[in-house]
């Protein structure tokens, strides 16, 4: 999600890092521990950041009265920072370097979180906005910046393998960050209080999280820029690919899983930002908001355990036909979820996060399989795709709003119907023997 979303960045760096660090895998693995060591740290610290922003949405939503279109301008605000800051962190890292370009974005997000105290300062609900707008961008340029070192520390031959160990610390980050979100924010205590002081104890809730978290990315950047990290060859695309870049809109089976990738990455994002108050509901489990956070956990924890699974199964099942079953089954869930109650409606939508499990790496290898020389520029477009994370929370927002929360789940549905079309046809190259670059 929400912790799938930061995928793309370190695959589509797999794939250009393979190619362009001969000599830096021909090291022994233990040169590269502490390295790795630090690096996954910080794919958990992003994890737990995303997953955060599901329990600031009801939080704030009842601090600010929203409705849930503007609700959601909170994942518009943080995933919008992806497809804005994308191409600016890649110029910057190009200039800095990677080394530098990870402190530069530690001390970004660090800016961002702290930004949080004024903002429940003067209880302004466009400034938790831009703050949030700020820390997606420090994230951004760590993504920019950390994914390259994650395939290129090593031998190509186990660079998937130390991709999905990253992407499953990055899971464990989204599964954490309910507990010590419900904990740190939504069980703040109100009685007594008038409403006025009311309003203001709950914005205040969230100055302690964030300047901890402020505090912890601050002292990562102290870290990094002390370490010796192995240094790797630049990442540059081929004169080749360059002269012929228009000819990769002409593969089909990009462009179709990069729209699958933006509809992947919103169906994951808005059932995680509408959990609490769909769970909250009095016809599915009437939770206190501080007791539905935790919940969010196992949709999250299903998505890391997915991983697993998934890894083993694939080597027996195509990954399209393994990608169109999940996804079927996610269609069933959500169904189960839209036109049920109670404990069958809310286990139902939960477990969605294991259908989500394998599917963002699994359109994304497949997006860009048989592209050749094109590869790096096929993967930056997928990349770019991730805002769909900002846009259909906003739309499902908007039908919450008009037709009901429980009927607003036929968005991600019809996202899950198009992953399913695509794993089975979609994503089939339509001329693999004269593919670009092949």
Known sequence: ????????????????????????????????????????????TWGFITCLNDILIPHLKAVFDLNYTEAMLIQFCFFGAYFLISLPAGALVKR????????????????????????????????FLGALFVLA?????????????????????TASSRLNMTQAFNSLGTTVAPFIGAVLILSVSTAGLDAVTEKQAQADAVKLPYILLASILAVMALVFSQLKLPVISSHHATKHASAEAGSIWSQKHLVLGALGIFLYVGAEVAIGSFLVNFLAQENIAAMQEAQAAHYIAYYWGGAMVGRFIGAIVMRYVKPGRLLCCNALCAVVLVTIAMLGNGSLAMWAILLV??????????????????????????????????????IVPLVQGLVADSLGLQQAFIIPLLCYIYIAYYGLHGSIPANPASAAGQ
């Not at 760096?13 to 362009?20: D, L, M, T």
């Not at 370097?97 to 429940?120: N, W």
């Open 1 to 44: 999600m929400a912790g799938q979303q930061v995928s793309a960045t370190h695959m589509a760096a797999g794939k250009q890092g393979e190619g362009n660090t001969t000599h830096e895998s021909q090291r022994a693995p233990g040169t590269y521990r502490p390295a790795l060591t630090a690096l996954t740290m910080l794919f958990f």
């Open 96 to 127: 800095i370097g990677y080394s530098k370009g990870i402190v530069a974005g530690l001390l970004v997000a660090s800016f961002g979180a702290l930004l949080f105290y004024p903002a429940a300062s003067y209880m302004k609900y466009p400034l």
């Open 137 to 157: 961008s420090g994230i951004t340029v760590l993504q920019v910046s950390a994914n390259p070192y994650v395939a290129a520390l090593g031998s190509p031959h």
């Open 353 to 390: 996060g294991l259908c989500n499990s394998i599917m963002f790496p699994t359109i994304f290898s497949l997006a860009i399989a048989q592209l050749g020389t094109h590869t790096s520029q096929g993967s930056g477009i997928v990349c770019l795709a991730i805002v769909g994370g900002a």
